[in-house]
């Protein structure tokens, strides 16, 4: 039961957070594409390890809150569906 809202406290703060600022950057339809290919497949990957490793996401939302760290950095960048909206999200935010 633990697991479970802490996974949804995550998700709240950290998945949702990293969907919304997709949606910010006004990428082209085919990169909007891959990333909700990625977000599907990241997403639940990323709300299990928090569920199991409560110090992990403690730690990731704190970070993520206070600017340290980038949703985006969460994501995995050898996955191929995923490396086309890493590229993205990161020129946007360095373009901002």
């Not at 957070?17 to 997709?22: G, I, N, R």
Request: proline share 5%.
């Amino acid at each position: 039961m633990i697991s479970n809202l802490i996974g949804w406290i995550f998700a709240l703060l950290v998945v949702d957070p990293l969907e919304e600022q997709v949606e910010r950057a006004r990428l082209p339809v085919e990169i909007v594409s891959q990333s909700q290919a990625c977000l599907t497949s990241q997403g639940p990957q990323l709300i299990k390890r928090a569920a199991g490793d409560y110090g992990w996401a403690a730690a990731t939302v704190v970070s993520i809150a206070i600017g340290h760290t980038s949703p985006v950095e969460l994501l995995d960048d050898s996955d191929p569906v995923c490396a086309a909206i890493i590229g993205a999200l990161n020129g946007a935010g360095a373009a901002a």
